[in-house]
């Protein structure tokens, strides 16, 4: 194993960063989002099970992209159940996944959502973050790399979303169904 001094670089690299280390307060601890409205980019989708009774279900990554909180992750269940059905349908539906083998695929990169979040407290007074409901607004263009290839120098088949379209609907209120 190294020495500080020596991975911080020499020439003053420690005394700096020693200076930095004693002036800076330590960041607090990130809590659950505030309830309110969120524009975020999905930027993952995975399947899962629940730790309590392993329960199938689909996870949402959601990164906030405006405001306050941008850079923070929300969460979203989508339980794979025949009682949440309808509801992992209708959320499923919103950004393009109509058959089950798409969720085995990448989702699209760049889904622009508006996502309802709300407070809630598990029966041991922890406080969660809760996605109520979301729509999608459009799937966002990455900013070009300067260094990225040009378009022409891609193969075809590159692009893994070829499979999903983000649809524009509009939703009601969650009807979560416990799983």
Known sequence: MGKLTDILGNGGGFDD?????????????????PSGEYVAHIVNGELEQSRSKSTPGYKLDFKVIEGDHAGRHFWHDVWLTA?????????????????????EQPLPRFIRVKAKVVLRRDDDGTENSRVRRFDVLGIDEPEKDEFAPDDDTTEAGDNSTDNFTAADHDSDDNDEVKP
Not at 17 to 33: C, I, S
């Open 17 to 33: 960063f020693r200076d930095q280390w004693d002036n800076t307060e330590a960041a607090d601890e990130f809590g659950p989002l």
């Open 83 to 103: 009682a949440a059905l309808p509801q992992a349908k209708r959320d499923l539906g919103k950004i393009g996944v109509t058959d089950l083998a798409q969720l």
